[in-house]
């Protein structure tokens, strides 16, 4: 099985998904409406939190494997 799977951060670096997954997948430019970035309490990269008016601009990554999806975790 696989998964589409929307990312907004480094990951959004085809070479650095890469790296993590250990695999290429196809991806494109995507917006996730209703959320907007916050922070993570105790670190330093953003998450993402319910917002009505908010916007997340990202990539979209299709087909990713579950043992990839697993490795993003």
Do not use: K, W
């Amino acid at each position: 099985m696989s998964h589409n799977c929307f990312t907004y951060g480094s990951l959004m670096c085809e070479d650095i998904m890469a790296a993590v997954t250990g695999a290429h997948y196809t991806h494109e430019q995507a917006t996730l409406g209703g959320y907007r970035r916050g922070p993570v309490l105790g670190q330093t990269y953003p998450g993402v939190i319910p917002d009505a008016q908010g916007r997340v601009e990202g990539v979209l990554y299709r087909g990713v494997s579950e043992d990839a999806c697993d490795l993003l975790d």
